[in-house]
């Protein structure tokens, strides 16, 4: 079985440009979460969706962020514009709907220019 | 405000020996504590997790400490091995009314020296 991939690995970019991150969860599950992990940081929670619907946005830091699930399978997370603090690596992870056992992708490796 | 303390932020260890990752909380809400480990490259990848009823949980070489009064938790590799080299993350999850919520430490970079 498939696990949790991410598009694409790495991405370099400049401050004001565009960047759009894609994740396919593991099918079947219907929970998907972004993660985000500054060097040498925690893996900070940005959001949550169960199934296509924004369960728990309370962790994308401001509206530069875009993150959308239609029909409920693969997300898309839009940086529009970077800038230089989005810099970082963006984890998706997908569970099943009534358990806390998460599977994380490889990760996105995002550096803002 | 960090939810999760961990530390310490890099351990190197002879192989054989005993590996211990600290972490701390504080929120009492928390009531499952996993643990992931992260090879260079992948996603961090679940290892062993607890709960709050039990004190400790061991699943081969890996086992977790918990000590809910003090609300610290370890995680212990026996015998460590160069293949254990990696960075490990605790984390504390809660219920709340828009689903589950993860919080994570700020990871270990384990090293096994042969």
């Known amino acids: 079985e498939a696990g949790v991939t991410q598009f694409p690995s790495h991405s370099v970019i400049e401050k004001g440009q565009t960047v759009t991150l894609r994740c396919d969860p593991i099918?079947?599950?219907?929970?998907l979460y972004w993660y985000r992990r500054v060097m040498g940081k925690e893996i900070k929670f940005l959001l949550h969706f169960v199934k296509e619907s924004k369960q728990d946005e309370s962790g994308m830091p401001n509206n530069r962020f875009l993150a959308e699930r239609t029909g409920g399978t693969y997300s898309t997370l839009k940086v529009q514009p970077a800038e230089l603090e989005d810099s970082g690596v963006y984890f998706c992870?997908?569970?099943?709907?009534?358990?806390?056992?998460?599977?994380f992708g490889p990760g996105t490796r995002l550096t803002v220019l | 405000q960090q939810q999760v303390k961990q530390s310490p932020q890099s351990l190197i260890v002879q192989k054989g020996g005993i590996s211990i990752i600290n972490c701390a909380y504080e929120?009492?809400?928390?009531?499952?504590f996993p643990w992931y480990q992260q090879f260079p490259g992948k996603g961090p990848a679940l290892l062993i997790a607890i709960r709050p009823d039990v004190s400790e949980k061991k699943e081969g070489r890996f086992t977790i400490s918990f000590n809910k009064s003090a609300k610290q938790f370890s995680l212990h590799i026996m015998d460590s091995q160069p293949g254990d080299s990696a960075t490990y993350f605790c984390?504390?999850?809660?219920?709340?009314?828009?689903?589950?919520?993860?919080?994570f430490g700020t990871g270990t970079s384990l090293t096994v020296i042969p």
């Open positions: 984390a504390a999850s809660l219920r709340s009314n828009t689903g589950n919520q993860f919080y």
């Open positions: 992870a997908s569970s099943l709907r009534d358990t806390r056992v998460q599977f």
């Open positions: 929120n009492t809400a928390f009531d499952y």
């Open positions: 099918s079947g599950h219907d929970n």
